[in-house]
């Protein structure tokens, strides 16, 4: 498996990222792996690809649906 070397951290932030480790029971390394490892396994792009599907499909529809504004400001004027 490669490896990546990073060099010149920041004091303070080499600190946030043991503290960050320690807290999860984690080594350093791993701890770095597990944030590498989730931001990597983002893909933003395929999310919001699929929102703006999703916001086509309901608009196709022709179907209008109701500000719930109105509903919630009447629900909590009752009380």
């Known amino acids: 498996m490669p490896d990546i070397l990073i060099r010149n951290i ?3 932030t080499l600190k946030k990222l ?4 320690a ?4 080594s ?4 770095l792996h597990e ?3 989730k ?3 983002h893909d933003l792009t395929k999310f919001k690809n699929l929102v703006k599907e999703t916001i086509a ?3 196709a529809t022709g179907v209008k649906h109701s500000d719930s504004v109105d509903y919630i400001r009447e ?3 009752s009380r």
């Open 23 to 26: 807290e999860n029971n984690r």
């Open 35 to 37: 944030m590498i490892d």
């Open 75 to 77: 629900l909590r004027d």
């Open 57 to 59: 499909e309901y608009k």
């Open 39 to 41: 931001h990597a396994g």
């Open 28 to 31: 350093l390394q791993a701890e």
């Open 18 to 21: 043991k503290s960050k480790a």
């Open 10 to 12: 920041d004091e303070e």
